[in-house]
């Protein structure tokens, strides 16, 4: 996979758009992104940059937010031996998790799925995740299941959010997003 830049339409909201580039770096990938939800419900900004290693683990994320609640930002790291830190501080409830998942975006759901490409069709794996709440952007350890339905099909899920079923295409890259999001360029 090259440079791409993509965008989703937010199917679960009034009004809402994703925009997201990938970028190849030496040692691995950076991914970075804007959601904007403008609803009668939801009014809130998201930006993100999550950086990930050659192995599709994360490695480093920014997110900021701004709502009616106000503006919020938050830096996690992850080091080597897999512990992690949230915004400079020690995250020990974090320690392990291999993704994070910014929920705002279906961006974030390609780490564990490029990560994971070489599982035949009915395998799955589980995982702790960093999960990224939005506009909070508060974090919690979340396990999360991918199971591979086909070639291009996934189902995931967890005991908190839910299970949601996504459609990629040959780069892992979310085209549809059951009940949350479909592609609309790139």
């Known amino acids: 996979m090259g440079t791409r830049v993509v965008a989703w339409r937010r199917t679960d909201e009034d009004a ?22 403008a609803g009668p419900e939801t009014l809130l900004a998201c930006s993100f940059r999550v950086e ?23 830096v996690l790291t992850a080091g080597d031996d897999g512990r992690w ?20 975006t279906p961006l974030t759901n390609t780490l564990p799925i490029r990560r994971l490409a070489s599982l035949g069709v ?40 839910g299970a949601f079923e996504l459609t990629v295409d040959d780069d892992g890259l979310v085209v549809d997003y059951t009940g949350m999001a479909t592609r609309v360029a790139g």
């Not at 995250?91 to 910014?102: E, I, N, Q, R």
């Not at 995982?127 to 591979?148: F, H, I, K, N, S």
Request: net charge negative.
């Open 52 to 74: 990930v290693d050659d192995a599709w683990a994360t490695r480093r994320v920014e997110a900021a937010a701004v709502s009616a609640a106000g503006e919020r930002r938050l």
């Open 122 to 161: 009915g395998q799955e794996v589980t995982t702790p995740v960093a999960w990224v709440d939005v506009p909070g952007l508060g974090v919690t350890r979340v396990e999360q299941t991918y199971r591979r339905l086909g070639p291009s099909r996934w189902r995931y899920s967890d005991d908190a959010h």
């Open 85 to 104: 830190t949230r915004d400079g501080e020690r995250a020990p409830d974090l320690d392990g998790c291999v993704d994070v998942d910014v929920a705002a």
């Open 16 to 37: 809402g758009h994703s925009l997201a580039r990938v970028e190849h770096r030496a040692g691995g990938w950076l991914f970075s992104g804007t959601e904007v939800l």
